[in-house]
């Protein structure tokens, strides 16, 4: 098959593109390198198979082209990370939102399926768990830039199922919860390749908030085969699937597995909110899916043990990895 991949020199979208092209699929990726690197292609770039188109989504005429030509969309790109969003609030909403609009209207027009990538930051401050898709949002102020992010991937849900039950347009959105694995950067507020850099070069480990907070980390080879069977599997047309493993770990405890396997001599230091972000910034104390529906759905769900993750990533850091500023 013709996939078309937005967002596919990525973290996740690269990993994303060298599955399709194990499957033998023709890959095209439109990507900004926004906040990517090119070299994260690098393994794949002499492969007649991968096309790579350096470009915005939001541009129509290429959108329009790009996925009349494919047999399949998955919808990646987006502007990513706490931090980047925090930054410039208008790009991410406009990318976020008006992305995933061109995409899908394109689509509609020309009759392909999208998968669009979604997340788990789309429950706002519900942090009760585990947390199922039909779960109620708690959003934050819609004045309060922090909220921007997870108002537009919500809205692309709406969007991608609005397009399922008024055009019949097959389409999935998939909740990334807290991916992990090389090729992620810490530049944009990512939690664990900000942690394994500050531990190899033995700086402290910067902990924002208590530390109490928990988080489920996945890596990225589980939630690329969980995307991909959603893919090939008839039943899971129209629907919101979490995608996610649903193993607790507080963000202290994080630091302290990080520090232990890089044979660290960093220590933990705590950074208040106020400090890390600019004013007004909330976090959830839980994040954790529920994972019975995809479990159900495509007969398995992610289960790579977080050391195993780590370690990886550990293996690879900082060569796969843009550095942390
Ligand atoms: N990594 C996670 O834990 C996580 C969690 C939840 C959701 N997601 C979602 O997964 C998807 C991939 O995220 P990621 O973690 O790989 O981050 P990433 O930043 O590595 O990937 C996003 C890609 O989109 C590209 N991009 C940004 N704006 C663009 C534009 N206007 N046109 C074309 N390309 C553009 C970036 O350059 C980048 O390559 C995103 O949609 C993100 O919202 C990720």
Known sequence: MKVLVTGGAGFIGSHLVEGLLARGHDVHIIDSLTTSVRTNLAHHESNPRLRVTIDSVLNE????????????????????????????????????????????????????????????????????????????????SSQLSRWFYAIAKSADEALAAAYWQERNLPTIAVRFFNTIGP??????????????????????????????????????????KSVIALTETDAAWGDVYNVGRNSEISITALAQRVIELTNSTSEIVYIPYSEA??????????RVPDVSKLRATIGYAPDTTLDDALRQIIAVYPTSTAPVS
């Not at 507020?189 to 988080?215: H, K, S």
């Not at 972000?277 to 839980?286: A, I, K, Q, V």
Request: glycine share 10%.
């Open 61 to 140: 005429p290429l959108m329009d082209a790009a996925v009349s030509e494919a047999d399949l969309v998955y919808h990646l790109a987006a502007a990513v990370g706490v931090k980047w969003v925090l930054e410039h609030p208008l790009k991410s909403l406009q990318t976020n939102l008006r992305g995933t609009d061109l995409v899908l209207t394109a689509a509609d027009k020309h009759r392909k399926p999208v998968r669009v990538a979604s997340t788990s930051e789309v429950y706002g401050k519900n942090d009760s768990g585990p947390l199922r898709e039909d779960d109620d949002r708690i959003m934050g």
């Open 183 to 224: 090729r992620q950067t810490g530049r944009y507020g990512m939690v664990v390749p900000r942690f394994i850099g500050q531990a190899l070069r033995n700086e402290p480990i910067t902990v924002y908030g208590d530390g109490q907070q928990t988080r489920c980390f996945t890596y990225v080879g589980d939630v690329v």
């Open 277 to 286: 972000y600019s004013g007004g910034f909330e976090d959830m104390r839980r």
